[in-house]
């Protein structure tokens, strides 16, 4: 259950592309949990591979500049967690099959995340740091 305004939350990568790209029927739903941070009622998150996984696909779906454009508005309101040795270490010993959920489990775990929002929660049901759907968390958020 959401506590208070410094809940922290990563958002997985797919959760921002479903926002940059529109992807439906996701987009709404990303959209809302984005404004939260935008709107600085939760602290948001992104590992720093995420911002190159990002740019890779949103410059081969649209364009460089929109990339860059995209990513320089993301990080006024989004967190960067750095991913260090220790983060790559975790992730390599972790009980995930896929190696970069495990990156992003073990960057929220350093960074004393509460929630991974993911529309991928199968990936990560061994996950150390609790997965959540955009519209689970949306409800939790009503509901504190």
């Given at each position: 259950?959401?506590?208070?305004?410094?809940?922290?939350?990563?958002?997985?990568?797919?959760?921002?592309?479903?926002?940059?790209?529109?992807r439906?029927?996701?987009?709404?739903?990303?959209?809302?949990?984005?404004?939260?941070?935008?709107?600085?009622?939760?602290?948001?998150f992104?590992?720093?591979?995420?911002?190159?996984?990002?740019?890779?696909?949103?410059?081969?779906?649209?364009?460089?500049?929109?990339?860059?454009?995209?990513?320089?508005?993301?990080?006024?309101?989004?967190?960067?967690?750095?991913?260090?040795?220790?983060?790559?270490?975790?992730a390599?010993?972790?009980?995930?099959?896929?190696?970069?959920?495990?990156?992003?489990?073990?960057?929220?775990?350093?960074?004393?995340?509460?929630?991974?929002?993911?529309?991928?929660?199968?990936?990560?049901?061994q996950?150390?740091?609790?997965?959540?759907?955009?519209?689970?968390?949306?409800?939790?958020?009503?509901?504190?």
């Open positions: 259950m959401i506590r208070s305004i410094n809940d922290n939350i990563l958002f997985d990568t797919n959760i921002i592309l479903d926002f940059i790209l529109h439906e029927p996701f987009f709404e739903a990303s959209n809302k949990v984005l404004n939260l941070a935008f709107d600085k009622i939760i602290i948001g992104v590992s720093a591979s995420t911002i190159t996984d990002l740019y890779y696909i949103i410059r081969k779906s649209k364009n460089k500049e929109v990339a860059k454009n995209f990513i320089t508005d993301l990080i006024e309101f989004i967190e960067v967690a750095d991913v260090n040795k220790e983060i790559i270490l975790q390599l010993k972790s009980k995930l099959n896929d190696f970069e959920d495990s990156v992003q489990e073990q960057t929220a775990s350093i960074y004393g995340i509460q929630y991974i929002v993911t529309r991928n929660i199968d990936d990560y049901k996950s150390i740091v609790e997965a959540i759907l955009p519209c689970e968390f949306l409800q939790r958020m009503k509901q504190s």
